[in-house]
């Protein structure tokens, strides 16, 4: 799927053509209805002639609203510059141009409206016009189509051309770290809180925990929406709506990032390349006060001038932005920065949790430089997303780096906290390292199977660790080094040979609490020779083996714990006494019959506390104190 954004002046027809190509008025309040006018994000959706389903998010073009448009484009793939034939190019078709070239939105096309109400030559002039406007931004060259969306011409055209331009588009690439940057936020009777965003560099899934940045509040994915569509899971690139479960929706509103729990730190300061816009009305001082916008979130921020007295209007430079709210940014995210009401410039965010920086220092400078680049450390964090989870000798082959390097930078990385060690510490020869968006992927895989064995088991205590290792598909040794780190930070708990979810219960319903107790009744009343007939669900035979109140010894025969651990108590007192004991002796001793003194002995001698020598058990060792463990 692809995501279209609008772009233009007021009243020149974008939500118009999005009715006509769509079929969906994306204008939704009341109020965006009284006034004929955009005021919110709007949202629709087709299939084009190939098949191809695509988004399109309809933004408001008056000037007031520009914060609004910016929170709409930030994750398009194609944008759609609306300009009224009649009109031409206005103040805002240069503002939203503006806007889309500092987000380095490559992919665009122009749009001419209400192609009905001028005439060819007219319409020549415009595209001279806007011609000259695109010359120099991210769009220059683009196709230019003329339409009317009340007579319905050129619409068949329009709709090829997007096809055509959408074949030229890159996928959007899932690199397993998925964010939305929540644009809406709303509550549906009987669901409860969904927010609304375009979801990019990875997917989401029902049942999935997830946490919101910067407020760091973690929930669970009760429903996942694309179109309207109920969907189980969603890749990058796609409009989605998530239904969180227990969240208000003071908890979940337009600037969060919804992400994988437990990697992406909100910041209050970033270091940037900022690259000011020709037209911006005037230069930006040494720190000015601007509010920063990136992704759907805005914040006020105080700009810092790294080198140079001040940023006119065209100039670039380097910048430290000291924002007001703490924001969920990563590297090479772009922004955008205005004041008063007017957009002055923007760029790229190159480090995204710097220190504190003296301006006019050289040193500095060339760090900026470097990192805008692709510093060494940045190498090996490229490296290690392609081979995690690995070691130092792997690591310093798919960098390229000499490995005492190598050691150095991952040091670096693992204090920094963009890397995780598995295991010893990074000088130790065996350590593993992840990055920590590898490990947070790594949690919430483990988070999700384990919580998709309870709901598909509910009457177990947890899934079996082989399952559990092999589902994710980790070796042994990093397996036990993992489970480890995920217990000891609470995603998991450990039982003997399961894991569970830390809050997982078997809870029985009346019914089953019944039969159990039932069934347990029955076989204390014989304790030596319990009914072999009175079958119960095999599940809840299960729960009760699992949480120690029965022992099985074979396939018919099942004790109660007490009535083992007696049995088994006075067997190895008879032992120690006697050096031997027959089958005869225990059928006497409990006065039971062979049906059930040869079972017992047999399933000792699996346990490894007795041994079988010609009619006799001798004793191989006392059991632990532990029976229920088998
Ligand atoms: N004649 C003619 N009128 C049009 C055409 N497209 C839009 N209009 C009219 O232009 C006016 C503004 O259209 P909108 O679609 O609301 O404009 P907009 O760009 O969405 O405006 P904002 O969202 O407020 O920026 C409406 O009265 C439309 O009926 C067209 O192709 N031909
Ligand atoms: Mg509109």
Known sequence: MYVIGTAGHVDHGKSTLVKALTGIDPDRLQEE??????????????TLPSGREISVVDV???????????????GIDLAMLIVAADESVMPQTRE????????????????????????????????????????GTSLEGATMAEVSAITGQGMPELLQLLDSTLEKSVRREDLGRPRLSIDRSFVMTGFGTVVTGTLLDGSLSVGQEIEMVPSGLRRRIRGLQSHQQKVESVGPGNRVAVNLASTTQGEAERGQVLTLPGWLRPTRIVDVRIRMIPSAPHPIKHNLGVTFHTGTSESFARVRLLDVPELRPGQEGWAQIHLADPLAVVKGDYFVV??????????QVIDPDPSRHRRFQQGVLEKLEVMAEGSPEDLVLKAL???????????????????????ELIGALVESG???????????????????????????????AV???????????????EELRSRLGLSQAIFTNVLALMTAGGVVAEAVSTVRSPDHEVTLSPEQEKATAGYVAALERERYSPPTDNALDPALLAVLIECGSVVRINESLVFATSAYSEMVGRIVEHLKANG?????????????????ALPLLEYLDQQHITRRNGDERVLLRAPSSDTSAS
Do not use: C
């Open 60 to 74: 408001p073009g008056h000037e007031r609203f520009i914060k609004n448009m910016l929170s709409g484009v930030g």
């Open 33 to 46: 209805k009284a006034r004929e006018m955009t005021i919110e994000l709007g949202f629709a959706w087709l």
């Open 418 to 448: 963009d890397v995780v060690a598995l295991g010893g510490s990074t000088a130790d020869a065996n350590a593993v390292f992840m990055t920590s968006v590898g490990w947070a992927r790594l949690r919430s895989q483990m988070d999700n």
């Open 580 to 596: 031997a004991i027959t089958v005869a002796d225990v059928r006497d001793a409990f006065g039971t019959s062979r049906k059930y």
């Open 338 to 347: 205005r004041s008063s009401q007017s957009t002055l410039g923007g760029g």
């Open 385 to 407: 997303e392609t081979v995690e989870p690995a070691g130092l000798t792997a690591l310093a082959r798919g960098a390229n780096l000499a490995s005492d390097q190598t050691t």
């Open 96 to 135: 939203h141009l503006a806007i889309l070239d500092l987000l380095q939105v490559k992919r665009g096309l122009v749009v001419l409206t209400k192609a009905d109400t001028v005439d060819e030559d007219w319409i020549e002039l415009v595209k001279v016009e806007v011609e000259e406007a695109l010359r």
């Open 451 to 465: 919580q998709a064995y309870h709901v598909a088991n509910p009457l177990r205590g947890g899934i079996p660790r």
